[in-house]
């Protein structure tokens, strides 16, 4: 018998019972990038394609012996958050990423569904700009997130640049901010590195509606690839090609916002 070593990371999100985003699509991301996941559940949501229907945030107790659990047992290499729920949930995980010392940590700054459904506060929204984002080694906004976190509309690329200085200034190394929910036949997103090195990552918009759980997926293939020990630049780079592979190669579920093929980069075992 030969026993094999990987290594082990965690992500800290909500669950999709529709499977396409949330910490399953962080679990199913993953395991296609060859690590193992463990994972703290924040929150319950019952939720397909179509919308979310209803959202049950986790006890704060629980998420506090989740955390002591994974800790007291797993040697996590990189972790990631996602959609948080609320205020109170956000300071709960704040503090637990303190106690544990987790890093790196990637930041999903999880605000909206696909379908529209807004899944955080005002308040929340502020204890990440103010507890959160300082905490993160990358965090992965998209347009609308973005735009929520800096308080200024983004259009132009010099908006990016500005937009992406500012989410620095609150304390993020690293900074992406995703294009997808721009227009024209390309989709660009910007990163700024903590160096301030900065470059532009595009590639061809697809015309399909399943691109479901495009964050999630995003985050969870750089923390995979930060955990087998790439470079920043580098694990950026692996997800945005992940991403767009399994958006290109794309599966036929649900009837509404559909996911995305997860397991569109099988074959490419040398690029994971």
């Given at each position: 018998m030969v026993e094999q070593q990987?290594?082990?990371?965690?992500?800290?999100?909500?669950?999709?019972?529709?499977?396409?985003?949330g910490?399953?699509?962080?679990i199913k991301?993953?395991?296609?990038?060859?690590?193992?996941?463990?994972?703290?559940?924040?929150?319950?949501?019952a939720q397909n394609t179509l919308d979310v229907q209803a959202v049950l945030p986790m006890p704060i107790k629980m998420?506090?012996?989740?955390?002591?659990?994974?800790?007291?047992?797993?040697?996590?290499?990189?972790?990631?958050t996602g959609m948080l729920a609320?205020?109170?949930?956000?300071?709960?995980?704040?503090?637990?990423?303190?106690?544990?010392?987790?890093?790196?940590?990637?930041?999903?700054?999880?605000?909206?569904?696909?379908?529209?459904?807004?899944?955080l506060t005002q308040e929340a929204i502020e204890t990440i700009i103010q507890d959160l984002i300082p905490l993160a080694d990358i965090v992965t906004p998209n347009l609308p997130e973005a735009e929520a976190i800096t308080n200024m509309q983004i259009i132009s690329k010099a908006d990016f640049?500005?937009?992406a200085k500012k989410i620095s200034a609150m304390g993020a190394k690293n900074v992406i901010i995703k294009g997808g929910h721009g227009q024209g036949k390309t989709v660009s997103d910007y990163v700024l590195l903590a160096d301030g090195h900065d470059f532009w990552l595009s590639g061809d918009r697809y015309d399909t509606k399943r691109k479901h759980g495009t964050g999630d997926t995003?985050?969870?293939?750089?923390?995979?690839a930060l955990a087998k020990g790439y470079s920043i630049e580098k694990a950026i780079r692996f997800g945005k090609k992940f991403v767009?592979?399994?958006i290109k190669k794309g599966i036929v579920v649900g009837h509404g916002h559909g996911p995305l093929n997860h397991w569109a980069m099988q074959g490419d075992h040398d690029e994971i």
């Open positions: 990987y290594p082990e990371v965690l992500t800290i999100a909500g669950s999709d019972s529709g499977g396409g985003a910490i399953q699509a962080d991301t993953m395991q296609a990038c060859h690590v193992y996941s463990s994972s703290i559940l924040v929150a319950i949501t998420i506090d012996a989740q955390f002591a659990s994974i800790y007291a047992d797993f040697d996590i290499k990189a972790a990631k609320d205020s109170q949930h956000v300071r709960c995980v704040v503090k637990n990423i303190k106690q544990y010392h987790i890093t790196p940590l990637i930041v999903d700054p999880v605000m909206v569904a696909k379908g529209g459904t807004r899944l640049k500005t937009a995003l985050s969870s293939a750089i923390t995979s767009d592979m399994a």
